[in-house]
């Protein structure tokens, strides 16, 4: 499972999914995997990265920023889906 933000979707097809009973809508919410891709592939955004490789990386695939701790990037995004 997924928490994301999910920005209008480009899916025609408003049945709510089989697996995680998300249906295509704007907002936060904790789908499948399926749901969260839409169609597209899964790519892994990297924190603490060089400035050498930022300037070679594609532009919003990482930062040179650390990354917060792992339990609080969850407690932040559960929180934000019960809000
Ligand atoms: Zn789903």
Redesign the pocket.
């Known amino acids: 499972m997924v928490i994301h933000l999910m920005g209008p979707s480009k899916t025609y097809n408003l049945r709510p ?6 249906k295509p809508q704007a907002g936060i919410f904790k ?6 891709l839409d169609g597209h592939s899964l790519y892994r955004y990297e924190y603490d990265v060089s400035y050498l490789k930022l300037v070679f990386k594609r532009s919003g695939s990482c930062s040179i920023r650390d990354c917060r701790p792992v339990n609080q990037v969850v407690e932040t995004t559960y929180r934000l889906l019960e809000d």
């Open positions: 999914c089989e697996r995680c009973g998300f789908t499948c995997l399926d749901c969260f």
